[in-house]
């Protein structure tokens, strides 16, 4: 097989690729439901079971027609869900505790190989987020993990989540590239799926901890991608970098 051109620049997703979001809201939500009196020791299915509904969300605002809202809102939606299938009204708990259990989402720690892996990248390729996080969201968790971004793109550049087309390409074209110049790199092969029939370039990034040792719910949109790599340190010697 002949080997696919270079892109001009990378887009990565982030939550599960770039950050290990399970182990980091399992530790966050340990310490929040010991403080409304929940047994800690649920924080791993509690963890679970609030990123579980984040599928049927982003496709709920599709089918919906509802309006863009950032991701932090939708998170929040999602996680007094998660309490109200536990038994617990988040009405009755302290505003605060929940605003705060709820930016737990800006305090996900990386994989181990993702500092030194992008740095490698960076120094050949612009690498920027193609997420469906917003903005201060991503920032806040830049800031605290090191992520050395060229640039911070939230969904609220494209006004859409992916796999929107649109989500997709519309980052191509801020980048002033054509969307087959721009390489989306994720751990998630539905995610990738969605980038290639917008016409970008791909590379996944295989995270098998991501849930736990289970498996992913979106094995079955895998395809043979342009590039596979075990860590981003594999992916940037296989991209020359």
């Known amino acids: 097989m002949t080997a696919p051109s270079l892109p001009k620049a990378l887009a990565f997703d982030v939550f599960g690729t770039v950050v290990d979001w399970r182990t980091s809201v399992t530790r966050e939500s340990a310490g929040f439901l010991a403080a409304i009196g929940e047994d800690p020791a649920d924080a791993a299915a509690f963890a679970d079971g609030w990123r579980g509904q984040y599928i049927a969300a982003m496709v709920g605002m599709r089918k919906s027609g509802r309006a863009f809202v950032p991701l932090d809102v939708l998170h929040r939606e999602m996680l007094e869900a998660a309490l109200r299938a536990r038994g617990v009204d988040p009405a009755g708990l302290d505003a605060a505790l929940l605003a705060d259990w709820n930016r737990a989402w800006h305090r996900l720690d990386p994989w181990p190989d993702a500092v030194e892996g992008l740095a490698r990248l960076k120094a050949r390729f612009p690498i920027v987020t193609l997420s469906n996080g917003n903005i201060a969201l991503l920032l806040n968790m830049a800031r605290r993990a090191g992520l050395p971004w060229d640039a911070i793109l939230g969904a609220e550049v494209s006004g859409t989540y992916k796999p929107d087309p649109r989500a997709y390409q519309h980052t191509a074209e801020v980048l002033g590239i054509a969307p087959g110049e721009l390489c989306l790199v994720a751990a998630h092969h539905g995610d ?18 991501e849930y736990g040792g289970a498996p992913a719910p979106d094995a079955h949109h895998e395809q043979a991608w342009e590039w596979s790599a075990t860590s981003f340190v594999e992916l940037a010697d296989q991209l020359g970098c």
């Open 192 to 209: 990738l799926a969605g980038a290639r029939a917008a016409g970008l370039l791909t590379a996944y990034v295989d995270r098998p901890d």
